[in-house]
């Protein structure tokens, strides 16, 4: 059998690989920054990933805090904060006005009120192990809820039978990461740490599966949208705006950031472009047309 300091060894040897790849993560946005810092403007991109990233931080910081053997926890995170911390602060100052005020009432709503009511209410209502089962609970859920996002890129993929906005960089990421942190919290005997993992893992496998089956595929979207547009055009003086497939892997980015310790990886050098974009904000018609597949 194992050792005991060889459990603590592989723990830490787990933890210190989790670091690493949820570093890569937090750093993977920055060509997107450029481009905006480029362009003096954020042209409608929202800060969504990052204020919901800051909260994910900061709540497995106040979750780490309450253990006495989650260190490597508090120093990711720690670094997650400061860098998401600057990426909302770089958004507001080139975002326009509108999207700038949007993003001043998520960061009360998130960041001031929702964190500020977990503190607050785990320290006044629960009292030692209790306040620490209460804010795991949070964790888990939380995590479990981020973990849900790829099913909209894995049904857009069945859909279109195209694997265009999945690179297999992303899947192999998003199964490392998830491999990861489940061991790590397996070996720390933490399952608030290690189930949601369980899930990541499996979505992981199943987009890698996917990416292996239609990566041959011709699309099927640009004939069907092409036909569509086709139609409306004959019908509407106006324009009615196509879906955007980006919008789907937007929630994917949404779950990168947020997994600053125990969630998703989004690493693809090849689609940066692609991946590394902030969450669009798509424009709004004037009417809502549903259009069987």
Sequence with gaps: MMSTESFAHLTLAFGLLGNAVSFMVFLSPLPTFYKVYKKKSTEGF???PYVVGLFSAMLWIYYALLKSNAMLLITINSVGCFIQTFYICFFLFYAPKKARIESLK???LMIVVGFGLIVGLTQVFAHGTM?????GWICLVFALCVFVAPLGVVRQVIKTKSVEYMPILLSAALTLNAITWFF???LLKDYNIAIPNVLGFTFGVL?????????NKKPVSDEKVLEFETKVVKTEEHRIPEKNDQDIIDVVKLSALISSIPVVAKLNENAIDVDDRLVVEPPVPNHTIEVAA
Excluded: A, D, E, H
């Design 207 to 215: 987009q890698m599966i996917l990416y292996f089956v239609y990566k």
């Design 46 to 48: 929202q800060s969504v």
């Design 184 to 186: 790590y919290g397996l």
């Design 131 to 135: 306040r620490v089962v209460i804010v």
């Design 106 to 108: 998520l960061i009360v």
